[in-house]
């Protein structure tokens, strides 16, 4: 079984940045992040290969954030800059042991509790 805990979500101004944190307990093949505001859908915003070879995501949060991975610690990183309010999401980590057909939430099995991430106006 994985686990994963997530952390790094704070009150942050409008077009600050904030770094939020990943630590995966087993092995993942993929793993991401995901965003839900209240009253709103989970959605995708990144994911990234095991190895860190190929990254993806989605087109509201391309060239503002960045995924990464630190392979040895099985971390994952997403660096998000340019924020702005409607980033306002509890943001969750998630990953699968297998590869997965669309970056759509029912593809992954595991679930980190979330943290908010609060941009204020």
């Known amino acids: 079984q994985v686990r994963l805990v997530e952390s790094g979500g704070t009150l942050v101004q409008a077009g600050g940045s904030l770094k939020l944190s990943c630590v995966a307990s087993g092995r993942t093949y993929l793993m991401g992040w995901f965003r839900q505001a209240p009253g709103k859908e989970r959605e995708f915003v990144a994911a990234?290969?095991?190895?860190?070879?190929?990254?993806y995501y989605a087109d509201s949060v391309k060239g503002r954030f960045a995924i990464s991975k630190v392979y040895a610690k099985n971390a994952v990183y997403l660096q998000m800059n340019s924020l702005k309010p409607e980033d306002t999401a509890v943001y969750y980590c998630?990953?699968?042991?297998?590869?997965?057909?669309?970056?759509?939430?029912?593809?992954?099995?595991?679930w980190g509790q979330g943290t908010q991430v609060t941009v204020s106006s």
């Open positions: 998630a990953a699968t042991t297998r590869g997965v057909t669309v970056p759509s939430p029912g593809e992954f099995d595991y």
């Open positions: 990234i290969l095991f190895d860190g070879s190929s990254t």
